[in-house]
């Protein structure tokens, strides 16, 4: 069997019901040849994005930054901080985008809330035992519903790689379903951590596996093991959302997380995006970016396009 | 909603004179019997340069000059020595790359991107290889001494100017023959800059001549009775002419010809990347590659998802300026290459295949053809049979893998192929049965100047490219 | 006591394992025996029966060629005796028996040396390995009539062509008889097809033929013919040997070129990745 996308819509939504219907559905995904995939994403980021084409891309991209700080040394002050600088990227230039969200551990929660609150700005909360997911469903859940109790409109779950890598993929598919349930109506964004599945073929069976059991977003990675987000594992991932919704006619989002630092790489992922999935997906409602020092340089590049001079880092906001 | 904003790469890096000379014994000389041509840019029709054509007589000014430093210089030279002077081209090709590939695009109507990214450092890597057999001779398998064969007429096409001039000259030159090499007269620049950097390096006058012109010139150099050795890629019919030419002397002869390769797509292929090897496989250079993959053969399980998820990638391809960075399909290289285009892409659909192109803009000036696929297709097809030469896909289907050879082979060339499978064992089965000098699994137009490269049947023979490329100029 | 009478041999063409006349009914007489004398039809049932059996022998794997090969010297040594009797000097039997050994040995060790690993510059596994290049017409040399047919044969056939070759006009005995070797021999017909007779009624044929890949203009002394041939040859592309010299020496180490002049390199490319 093969997922085409062409193929009945009513099929897919049966697949969670037996371990054996899940299996031979991902093991009939089309394989990924890595040294493919890695060269169309190379060839992506060979785009000249220049003027009015990037200075349209650096807003964009800030408008879809998930604004994050995920520290055993986050506080209070910390996170507001944070919280109003993504209010305010600029606060030299009004003109400048707010970003999509801002991203925190659920403790945080509460405090972001209180700066966030009606500005548009979506909170975030990773949950479900992050980043190892290595805790009792049980335990896993009440982290999500208190997260979401506390005022995340967003929820960043990680999967089960140990399950996944062993090939349970019904657990897999259970937990993620139990997670979306307690989200309520809070976007569930599910963590493949693509830098523990090692192969494309596996990212790719983790994106479906995610989208089947509900997920809104598929994301890269927790930032917290060596190999985050990368441009063939999220072109991969890209594939995927584009794939699922001609099979499936639901549209799920896509957040590449850790490791995108510079408005050069920022840009080659819109492209990518651009030219992977289309315009649909350009919009943070369907793509963002989990980074934290990408914003300062977005910023940087954005007063450079306005004043024609460049800047430097003592001109922006730490936090 | 995202609009690439146009990203040309400067002109100002390269220097174009208005007129050239031919490049015989060391120097740029006026021809003595030939005219002159214009080049001109393909996607502007603007006039590039004046280029002399050589006549007989220049031919043979060229041919003695090569004679001379073969027996005085190149020839009695230590390979070490041979070595580095190759070594030093390959050098200055590395550091004047931008020009050479900005150049290449003026003249070819090639993207930028490619020529930046693909042709240029293919041609330093050339330089390089055989640079380094200069002294290694024999070790190359060819016997304990293997010597050069003399004088080299080389004779080259348009749709790689100066990869094929690297895979000409660098091989014989290694291997300690002096060489004429006549560049395609839609593209003779690069080659006439190339001379400059002959000059630049202080390569021996005469090891390396460059005479351009167009077939007459060509014949002229082919049939010169004082060369040892003719290489030509180009044409079946032309490579049938010069192979007839040579008949009866002892020239040592290779030819690198046309192709109609198969493109073979099984139901468990990595379909995403299969795709990216379709369109680069047909869409690369225009489609202007003796080796693209001009017949997709798609297995029928998969035939409607490849060709759903293949028109959807043509439609991200961006047509236009050559020297823009963002450009994918640049200009159709001659007016004449155009119409020939024309001419079979109307068959194609007045025997009944469907055609299909993404919507765009072509520009108004220049020579362009947008990426087109004909689906319907069968072998009894014009468009299944002759080569194209340009950004022209021939769609198939097959149900099993006996049926995909029988197709695969049913051509009179056999230039290279494509399989794109997940079965190890499905890829070397294939791979064994293909009458192809070369088969790309999984992957699509890879060169390397380590690879050997040519044809079975009608694409020629000979191999170029790594040591067997070096069998050509040897006289083994 | 009468003398025995003798039974003498009907010297027949050797095509698809078989032994027929003529089928235009000719023959000529030569070294006092009537030999066939093949026509143009002759020669394309031959590149036929060729083509027919390219499959079989080039799929064959190189052990049993080998095998094959060493057997055909193994037959050849038990009938040196009839090559003596033909005129053949018993030197030249040898070196023709030990030229067979030679050979042999290369089937699977050519591959090898002609072949190998390139390393590109790119995560891929590349390999370039030869392959027969098909059906391949050889004339072979007017002399010496064994050695020279078998030094033409054999390097054609151990890597997996399939050869029509013109014998000798003026010492076909020898290679018909060579045939009778081959053809007890464990070669599949249609591996080596034999034709006696004029080299300028059947060879032009031959080099016309679109379903030829390679001829060997080895044993073509008149330049203006080599020279034609050559340009029929054109019309499909063949690869082409050119006319050995005349002052070539046959018992000297015939080095790969024989071999290697009617191969095709096949290169395979294939991503490495996980």
Same mark, same amino acid.
């Given at each position: 069997?093969?997922?085409t996308?062409?193929s009945?819509?009513s099929d897919?939504?049966?697949?969670?019901r037996?371990?054996?219907?899940l299996?031979t559905?991902?093991?009939? &995904?089309p394989?990924?040849?890595q040294?493919?995939?890695?060269?169309?994403?190379?060839?992506l980021?060979?785009?000249s994005?220049?003027?009015t084409?990037?200075?349209?891309?650096?807003?964009?991209?800030?408008?879809?930054?998930?604004?994050?700080t995920?520290?055993?040394?986050?506080?209070?002050?910390k996170?507001r901080? &944070?919280?109003t600088?993504a209010?305010?990227?600029?606060p030299?230039d009004?003109?400048?985008?707010?970003?999509g969200?801002?991203c925190?551990?659920?403790?945080?929660?509460?405090?972001?809330?209180?700066v966030?609150?009606?500005?548009?700005?979506?909170?975030?909360?990773?949950?479900?035992?992050?980043?190892?997911?290595?805790?009792? &469903?049980?335990i896993?859940?009440?982290?999500?519903r208190a997260?979401v109790?506390?005022?995340?409109?967003?929820?960043?779950?990680?999967?089960?790689?140990? @399950?996944?890598?062993?090939?349970?993929y019904?657990?897999?598919?259970?937990?993620?379903?139990?997670t979306k349930e307690?989200?309520?109506?809070?976007?569930?964004?599910?963590?493949?951590?693509?830098?523990?599945?090692?192969?494309?073929?596996n990212?790719r069976? @983790?994106?479906?596996l995610?989208m089947?059991?509900?997920?809104?977003?598929?994301?890269?990675?927790?930032g917290?093991?060596?190999v985050a987000?990368t441009?063939?594992?999220?072109?991969?991932m &890209?594939?995927a959302v584009r794939?699922?919704r001609a099979?499936?006619?639901?549209q799920?989002?896509v957040?590449?997380?850790?490791?995108i630092?510079?408005?050069?790489?920022?840009?080659?992922?819109l492209?990518?995006?651009?030219?992977?999935?289309?315009p649909?997906?350009?919009?943070?409602?369907?793509?963002?970016?989990?980074?934290?020092s990408?914003l300062n340089?977005?910023?940087m590049?954005r007063t450079k396009l306005?004043t024609g001079?460049?800047?430097?880092?003592?001109y922006f906001?730490?936090d | 909603?995202?609009?690439?904003?146009?990203?040309?790469?400067?002109?100002?890096?390269?220097?174009?004179?208005?007129?050239?000379?031919?490049f015989?014994?060391?120097?740029?000389?006026?021809p /003595?019997?030939?005219?002159?041509?214009k080049?001109?840019?393909p996607a502007?029709?603007?006039?590039?340069?004046?280029?002399?054509e050589?006549g007989?007589q220049?031919?043979d000014?060229?041919?003695?000059?090569?004679?001379?430093?073969y027996?005085?210089?190149?020839?009695?030279?230590?390979?070490?020595?041979r070595?580095?002077?190759?070594?030093?081209?390959?050098r200055?090709?590395?550091e004047?790359?931008r020009?050479?590939?900005?150049?290449?695009?003026?003249?070819?109507?090639k993207?930028?991107k490619?020529s930046r990214?693909v042709d240029?450092?293919?041609?330093?890597?050339?330089f390089?290889?055989?640079?380094?057999?200069?002294?290694?001779?024999?070790?190359?398998?060819?016997?304990?001494?293997p010597?050069?064969?003399g004088?080299?007429?080389?004779?080259?096409?348009?749709?790689?100017p100066?990869l094929?001039l690297?895979?000409?000259?660098?091989?014989?030159?290694a291997?300690?023959?002096?060489v *004429?090499?006549?560049p395609?007269?839609?593209?003779p620049?690069?080659?006439?800059?190339f001379?400059?950097?002959?000059?630049?390096a202080d390569l021996p006058?005469g090891?390396?001549?460059?005479?351009t012109?167009?077939?007459?010139?060509?014949?002229?150099?082919?049939e010169?009775?004082? *060369?040892?050795k *003719?290489?030509?890629t180009?044409?079946?019919d032309v490579?049938?002419?010069?192979a007839?030419?040579?008949?009866?002397?002892?020239?040592?002869?290779?030819?690198?010809l046309?192709g109609?390769?198969?493109?073979?797509?099984f139901?468990?292929?990595?379909?995403d990347?299969a795709?990216?090897?379709? *369109?680069n496989?047909?869409?690369?250079?225009?489609?202007h590659?003796c080796?693209?993959?001009?017949?997709?053969?798609?297995?029928e399980s998969v035939?409607?998802?490849?060709?759903e998820?293949?028109?959807?990638?043509?439609?991200?391809?961006?047509?236009?300026?050559p020297l823009?960075?963002n450009?994918?399909?640049?200009a159709i290289?001659?007016?004449?290459?155009?119409a020939?285009?024309?001419?079979l892409s109307e068959?194609?659909?007045?025997?009944?295949a469907?055609r299909w192109?993404p919507?765009?803009?072509l520009p108004e000036?220049g020579?362009w %053809?947008?990426?087109?696929? %004909?689906?319907?297709?069968?072998?009894?097809?014009?468009?299944?049979?002759?080569?194209? %030469?340009?950004?022209v896909l021939?769609?198939?289907t097959?149900?099993t893998?006996?049926?995909?050879?029988?197709?695969?082979?049913?051509?009179?060339?056999?230039?290279?192929?494509?399989?794109?499978?997940?079965?190890?064992?499905?890829?070397?089965w294939?791979?064994?049965?293909?009458?192809?000098?070369?088969v790309?699994?999984?992957t699509?137009?890879?060169f390397?100047p /380590?690879?050997?490269f040519g044809?079975?049947?009608?694409s020629?023979?000979?191999?170029?490219?790594g040591r067997?490329?070096?069998?050509?100029?040897?006289?083994? | 006591m009468s003398?025995?009478?003798?039974?003498?041999k009907?010297?027949?063409?050797?095509?698809g394992g078989k032994f027929?006349r003529?089928?235009?009914?000719r023959?000529?007489?030569?070294?006092?025996?009537n030999?066939a004398l093949?026509?143009?039809?002759?020669?394309?049932?031959?590149v036929?029966a060729?083509r027919?059996?390219?499959k +079989?022998w080039?799929g064959?794997?190189?052990y049993?060629r080998?095998?094959?090969?060493?057997?055909?010297a193994?037959?050849?040594e038990?009938?040196?005796?009839?090559?003596?009797? =033909?005129?053949?000097p018993?030197?030249?039997?040898?070196a023709?028996?030990?030229?067979w050994?030679?050979?042999?040995?290369?089937?699977?060790?050519?591959p090898?040396?002609?072949g190998?690993a390139?390393?590109v510059?790119?995560?891929?596994?590349n =390999?370039?390995?030869?392959e027969?290049?098909?059906?391949?017409?050889?004339?072979a040399p007017?002399?010496?009539?064994l050695?020279g047919?078998?030094?033409?044969?054999?390097?054609?056939?151990?890597?997996?062509?399939?050869?029509?070759?013109?014998?000798?006009?003026?010492?076909?005995l020898a290679a018909?008889t060579l045939?009778?070797? =081959?053809?007890?021999?464990?070669l599949?017909?249609?591996?080596?097809?034999?034709?006696? +007779?004029r080299i300028t009624?059947?060879?032009?044929?031959?080099?016309?033929?679109?379903?030829?890949?390679?001829?060997d203009l080895? +044993?073509?002394?008149?330049?203006?013919?080599?020279a034609d041939?050559?340009?029929?040859?054109?019309?499909?592309?063949?690869?082409? =040997?050119?006319?050995?010299?005349?002052?070539?020496?046959?018992?000297?180490?015939?080095?790969l070129?024989?071999?290697t002049?009617l191969l095709e390199?096949?290169?395979?490319?294939?991503?490495?990745g996980?």
């Open positions: 069997m093969t997922a996308p062409t009945a819509r897919l939504s049966e697949l969670g037996s371990e054996t219907a299996r559905f991902l093991h009939g &995904l394989g990924v040849d040294v493919g995939a890695e060269q169309r994403a190379a060839q980021g060979t785009r994005i220049k003027t084409a990037k200075a349209q891309a650096i807003d964009l991209a800030i408008r879809m930054v998930d604004l994050t995920l520290e055993g040394a986050d506080t209070p002050g996170v901080a &944070l919280a600088k209010l305010r990227p600029d030299a009004p003109s400048c985008p707010h970003v969200a801002v925190v551990y659920p403790s945080m929660v509460p405090y972001v809330a209180e966030l609150r009606g500005s548009g700005v979506h909170l975030a909360s990773v949950a479900t035992a992050f980043p190892s997911g290595q805790a009792p &469903l049980e896993k859940l009440a982290d999500t997260a109790e506390a005022g995340a409109d967003e929820i960043d779950m990680v999967i089960n790689r140990g @399950a996944f890598l062993a090939g349970r019904q657990e897999v598919y259970d937990e993620i379903v139990a307690a989200c309520g109506d809070a976007h569930l964004k599910v963590i493949l951590e693509t830098g523990e599945l090692t192969a494309y073929d990212v069976r @983790a994106s479906w995610a089947l059991a509900g997920g809104d977003f598929i994301k890269t990675s927790t917290k093991v060596p987000a441009m063939p594992v999220t072109l991969v &890209l594939e794939d699922f099979a499936t006619g639901r799920v989002g957040k590449p997380a850790g490791g630092k510079t408005t050069k790489d920022a840009i080659k992922y492209v990518m995006v651009n030219e992977t999935v289309g649909d997906w350009l919009d943070p409602d369907w793509f963002r970016f989990g980074a934290s990408l340089d977005l910023l590049q306005t001079v460049y800047s430097g880092p003592d906001t730490l | 909603m995202f609009e690439y904003a146009p990203a040309p790469e400067s002109r100002s890096v390269v220097d174009v004179k208005p007129s050239y000379g031919l015989v014994n060391g120097e740029f000389v006026d /003595t019997d030939g005219g002159s041509f080049s001109i840019n502007s029709e603007e006039v590039l340069a004046e280029v002399a050589a007989a220049d031919v000014r060229a041919v003695r000059a090569a004679r001379t430093a027996e005085q210089v190149w020839g009695p030279m230590p390979g070490r020595d070595a580095k002077y190759l070594f030093r081209i390959a200055i090709i590395q004047r790359s020009e050479l590939a900005v150049l290449e695009s003026l003249d070819n109507g993207p930028i490619e990214d240029v450092p293919l041609v330093a890597a050339h390089f290889y055989y640079a380094g057999w200069a002294d290694k001779l024999p070790h190359a398998g060819f016997g304990a001494n010597q050069p064969l004088v080299a007429a080389q004779v080259i096409p348009w749709n790689f100066l094929m690297a895979w000409k000259i660098a091989p014989a030159l291997a300690g023959n002096t *004429v090499l006549k395609a007269e839609t593209t620049l690069t080659a006439l800059l001379a400059e950097i002959c000059q630049q006058a090891v390396v001549n460059i005479v012109g167009a077939g007459d010139t060509g014949r002229a150099l082919v010169h009775p004082g *060369v040892d *003719v290489a030509f180009g044409s079946t490579g049938r002419a010069i007839r030419a040579v008949a009866g002397t002892r020239k040592k002869l290779t030819l690198e046309g109609k390769a198969a493109n073979i797509v139901d468990d292929a990595p379909i990347q795709v990216e090897g379709i *369109v496989g047909i869409f690369f250079n225009q489609g590659v080796c693209a993959g001009s017949r997709l053969l798609v297995q035939a409607d998802r490849v060709l998820s293949l028109k959807r990638r043509m439609a991200q391809l961006r047509v236009g300026d823009d960075k450009t994918d399909i640049g290289n001659s007016a004449a290459q155009l020939r285009i024309r001419e068959a194609g659909a007045a025997e009944g469907q192109s919507p765009c803009e000036r020579f %053809f947008a990426p087109t696929i %004909f689906t319907g297709v069968t072998q009894a097809h014009r468009i299944a049979r002759e080569e194209i %030469f340009g950004p021939s769609v198939l097959f149900r893998p006996a049926e995909a050879v029988e197709k695969a082979n049913n051509t009179p060339y056999g230039l290279s192929a494509g399989i794109w499978t997940d079965k190890g064992s499905r890829i070397l294939m791979a064994d049965r293909l009458r192809a000098g070369v790309w699994a999984n699509f137009n890879k390397d /380590t690879s050997p044809g079975y049947k009608e020629g023979y000979g191999r170029e490219g067997h490329g070096l069998e050509a100029y040897l006289n083994v | 003398e025995r009478v003798a039974v003498r009907t010297y027949k063409l050797f095509i027929p003529s089928e235009s009914g023959s000529y007489i030569v070294q006092d025996s030999v093949a026509s143009r039809k002759d020669a394309r049932d031959a036929v060729a027919a059996a390219v +079989g080039a064959a794997t190189a049993n080998g095998q094959i090969l060493y057997r055909v193994e037959m050849l038990g009938r040196r005796e009839q090559f003596v009797a =033909l005129g053949v018993a030197d030249e039997v040898y023709a028996i030990d030229r050994v030679w050979y042999a040995g290369w089937s699977d060790k050519l090898q040396v002609y190998g390139n390393p510059a790119g995560p891929y596994f =390999l370039s390995a030869p027969p290049t098909g059906v391949v017409a050889v004339v007017e002399a010496p009539a050695l047919l078998v030094s033409v044969i054999a390097p054609a056939v151990v890597t997996g062509n399939t050869v029509v070759v013109a014998a000798s006009p003026s010492t076909p018909v045939a009778e070797v =081959l053809a007890t021999s464990d599949p017909g249609g591996v080596v097809n034999l034709l006696t +007779g009624e059947t060879v032009p044929t031959l080099a016309a033929h679109m379903d030829v890949n390679a001829i080895t +044993g073509v002394t008149d330049a203006e013919l080599a041939l050559e340009i029929k040859a054109a019309q499909n592309l063949k690869r082409v =040997l050119r006319p050995a010299p005349a002052d070539h020496d046959w018992y000297a180490d015939p080095g070129t024989r071999m002049a390199t096949k290169t395979v490319w294939h991503p490495k996980v």
